[in-house]
């Protein structure tokens, strides 16, 4: 064979085998997204959304105590709906009941009202937070604790005014769409979340919970309270 003709054959197999190669990497790359079960993947965006969901509410729930002045003129944070029309639940400034506890006032904030698995929002506020007759001032403290597990040997967070959180794919003991709740979770990090005390859980996920917690530091709030001249 003519050298320049072998030449030119064996440089275009080359860039061939190259090209191969990339394809090859390609494929592979795709074989591998595939792999992972669609259940997988739906499960991961839909926990982004709710991520994303929360972060929303933590603002709005800023947005309301900026805009909202109790009868003294200090702000306050919204009661929980406990009758499942997104709307809080108050009787003469007070949360009705003393109750501190239902699913989050979606219609009240204007957002957040169901997570990625169709269940409601978890609301919880301290009392001194709630009362739209007296607000809250720089001096009020929460009375919630966000712990890493349901002993609370580790403290995520003290002294909270408000937690919100998602019940998760498994949506154990949440407020469901038909305004009852689903059955109590068997896990004790998550009992923790649906036993309305003032203890809370927030962890990575695992084989029994995961519910997504999302909370108004005191600092945060505060900040915000000052900065929009809320509070002296
Ligand atoms: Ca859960
Ligand atoms: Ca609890």
Redesign the pocket.
């Known amino acids: 064979m003519n050298p320049a003709v072998l030449r030119r054959l064996t440089s275009a197999r080359g860039f061939t085998l190259t090209e191969m190669a990339v394809v090859l990497v390609i494929v592979a790359l795709l074989i591998a997204s595939l792999v992972i079960p669609l259940s997988a993947q739906q499960d991961i965006r839909a926990r982004q959304e709710t991520e994303k969901a929360l972060a929303d509410i933590r603002e709005a729930l800023l947005g309301y105590a900026a805009s909202h002045a109790a009868g003294d003129g200090k702000p306050y944070l919204p009661c929980p709906d406990t009758d499942d029309d997104g709307l809080e639940n108050r009787t003469a400034g007070a949360c009705t009941g003393g109750i501190q506890e239902g699913r989050l006032p979606w219609a009240d904030l204007g957002l957040g009202r169901n997570d990625a698995w169709n269940n409601r929002f978890r609301y919880r506020v301290t009392a001194a937070f709630s009362n739209s007759t007296a607000g809250f001032t720089l001096a009020s403290a929460g009375n919630l604790t966000v712990c890493a597990d349901s002993a609370c040997a580790a403290t995520i967070a003290g002294n909270v005014p408000a937690v919100v959180l998602s019940?998760?794919a498994?949506?154990?003991g949440a407020f469901n769409l038909s305004g009852g709740t689903n059955p109590a979770?068997t896990d004790a990090n998550?009992l923790e979340n649906t036993d309305s005390d003032d203890t809370l859980v927030s962890r990575t996920s695992d084989a029994g919970?995961?519910?997504l917690v999302t909370w108004v530091p005191p600092t945060v709030l505060m900040n915000r309270m000052i900065t929009t001249g809320k509070l002296p």
């Open positions: 019940h998760g498994n949506g154990a979770p998550e919970f995961d519910d």
